[in-house]
């Protein structure tokens, strides 16, 4: 029994190790499938999560041409979300478990979702800052996640980041309206990038273990769910938006940061990692608001599901 | 052109459409994130989206036409100048889109259905004969408006004819949006004069196909009926400034400036 599994498990890592992809119907190790599903669920839980703080500003876009553009961001990251669910759900699958377990999980804190998703978006400039920045870090980390071994996540993932660059533009051409614009529009965009400094920083997650008490970052390169560090994943986000951010004549709420030529890594300020732990665990400004909005909606539509024909849940 | 009446007739019909689809949507995109499931809210969404479109194109004829900036039209208008019939105005139920909302899905489908199938008569009508740009911009609308339709009609049988309660449910939403829903019809009190201009057919007209395609499908009397105000005259519920408000808070914050 013990020299089977030691044999899968070592077809397993060949194939990993030999850049062939994993499908659904594969054999796989408990512990990759697990680790599939915490990330998978998490990444898709988050985009449907993370459109709260936007519909926010759906109805209130300054435009037409905004509004129009904001409904399709928010549409596809919605999208987005239903592609990943249904990933997760093919993993789910053999352990007898589906989506309401995911909702769940979600409602009862088990299931965590993005740090950025529980902070206030208080102003159309944070509209701006979440579509140009967060999405903008989004793309960085989902692009590392293309060659993941997982292939049904890897194909969402490359129709998720095309996507994504769309957003991105949008999210720079509303700042580039507000940073030309006039001196309230100027003072708009500088509080909402004081107000998500921390938060972006925070998104790639801390450098080490030593932070948090864990992490999975080990596990899921050796699976090579992931190829590169928390870190290195912060980095290339500071490498590539700092100087623009300058650019624009914003000032980012960090004295201390700066390009260390001699290590060629930006040194900055850590942000409190305790504070991460404490808003990605529920207790974040706008968590339990955002939460009880799923909710809400999970409890006024539960007729409806019920006479679509599903299991009639009660949370 | 043709007459100062002929364009003033225009205009008067393209605010209605224009104005119709804008706050449909905007009513829409209040769903977002709290649809019956998720797969429902990447369509709704999308939707919605589409109206936003709609009245866009409308709002772009209108500034062809001389009445301004589409984003003025849409932002800086008063409620007493919009002319959405009062159905589209309607919250989605009790609470806000941000606090407590406690929103009817049966009303949401019912109110979408029967306004798109109307929607449907009515662009048609349009197609037939009417002016050529507003025909031209029509025969663009008419291909997502039937995908619309395709939607909301399945969501309209499956709850006709599931559970006791969802049925329930949606008989009072076809009362509710059936007292509003002729003045959907109504093209308000310069109705004649568009109908005479050949803009469009005739309120009667359109209402007797409506009712045909309905009444092969709903066992219920559909008696039409517009029991508030006519939002094609400008009358409007409270619901409409308060949609308008939301609609172009942030365009008001920094009047003059570029967005």
């Known amino acids: 029994m013990e020299a089977v599994y030691q044999q899968n498990i070592d077809h397993f890592m060949d194939r990993i190790n030999n850049g062939e992809k994993i499908e659904a119907d594969d054999w796989m190790p408990d512990d990759y499938r697990e680790a599939l599903i915490r990330l998978i669920s998490m990444h898709g839980i988050s985009e449907i999560m993370g459109a709260l703080p936007e519909k926010e500003w759906v109805p209130k876009a300054p435009t037409l041409h905004r509004k129009l553009a904001i409904m399709a961001k928010v549409q596809d990251e919605m999208g987005h979300g239903q592609l990943l669910l249904r990933v997760a759900e093919d993993l789910m699958a053999p352990l007898g478990k589906n989506r309401d377990d995911i909702m769940k999980d979600l409602f009862s804190g088990r299931l965590k979702f993005h740090n950025v998703f529980h902070m206030e978006a208080p102003t159309w400039g944070d509209a701006g800052i979440i579509a140009w920045l967060v999405d903008g870090a989004a793309i960085i980390s989902q692009t590392m996640m293309l060659g993941t071994s997982y292939g049904p996540y890897g194909r969402a993932l490359k129709r998720i980041c095309a996507e994504e660059v769309f957003h991105a533009q949008h999210g720079e051409s509303i700042i580039m309206a507000l940073a030309e614009g006039t001196e309230e529009q100027r003072e708009l965009l500088q509080d909402a990038l004081n107000r998500w400094w921390t938060s972006l920083l925070m998104f790639f997650g801390p450098k080490s273990k030593n932070e948090t008490g864990h992490s999975n970052q080990d596990k899921n390169m050796q699976y090579k769910l992931r190829t590169k560090t928390n870190e290195q994943l912060r980095q290339e986000f500071l490498t590539k938006y700092v100087p623009r951010i300058w650019s624009l004549g914003l000032t980012i709420p960090d004295p201390t940061l700066r390009f260390d030529e001699e290590k060629s890594e930006w040194e900055y300020a850590d942000p409190d990692w305790s504070e991460f732990k404490k808003i990605v665990t529920g207790n974040g400004p706008k968590s339990k608001e955002r939460l009880a909005l799923r909710v809400r909606s999970y409890e006024m539509n539960s007729w409806v599901r019920e006479a679509l024909g599903k299991r009639p849940q009660h949370i | ?259």
């Not at chain 2, 769903?31 to 499931?37: D, K, M, Q, R």
């Not at chain 2, 306004?115 to 025969?139: D, G, M, N, P």
């Open chain 2, 1 to 259: 052109m043709e007459s100062a009446e002929y364009r003033s007739s225009l205009i008067e019909l393209v605010y209605q459409l224009a104005d119709d689809d804008f706050i449909l949507s905007y009513r829409g995109s209040e769903w977002l994130g709290l649809a019956p499931h998720i797969e429902e809210d990447v369509a709704f969404s999308s939707i919605s989206q589409d109206l936003m479109g709609h009245a866009a194109l409308y709002y772009s004829l209108l500034e062809e036409l001389g009445e301004g900036d589409a984003d003025e039209l849409t932002h800086a208008r008063s409620p007493e100048k919009f002319r959405n019939a009062v159905l589209m105005e309607l919250p989605n139920g009790p609470g806000s889109y941000l606090e407590e909302p406690n929103y009817d899905w049966a009303f949401t489908v019912v109110r979408n259905y029967f306004y798109t199938l109307a929607k449907k008569v009515r662009l048609h009508s349009i197609k037939e004969h009417s002016y050529e740009t507003l025909q031209q911009i029509v025969q663009k609308i008419s291909i997502e408006m039937s995908y619309h339709l395709m939607h909301w009609e399945t969501w309209f049988d499956q709850l006709m004819n599931s559970t006791p309660e969802a049925r329930r449910r949606m008989t009072e939403a076809i009362d509710v949006v059936l007292k509003e829903m002729k003045g959907v019809f109504s093209y308000g009190d310069d109705g004649e004069k568009i109908v005479h201009l050949s803009l469009i057919e005739s309120e009667e007209i359109l209402t007797r196909r409506w009712k045909a395609i309905l009444s092969e499908k709903v066992d219920h009397p559909l008696e039409i009926e517009m029991s508030s105000l006519n939002g094609r005259n400008g009358k409007h519920t409270d619901h409409l400034e308060r949609a308008l408000s939301t609609l172009s808070e942030v365009y008001q914050s920094v009047p003059s400036a570029e967005w």
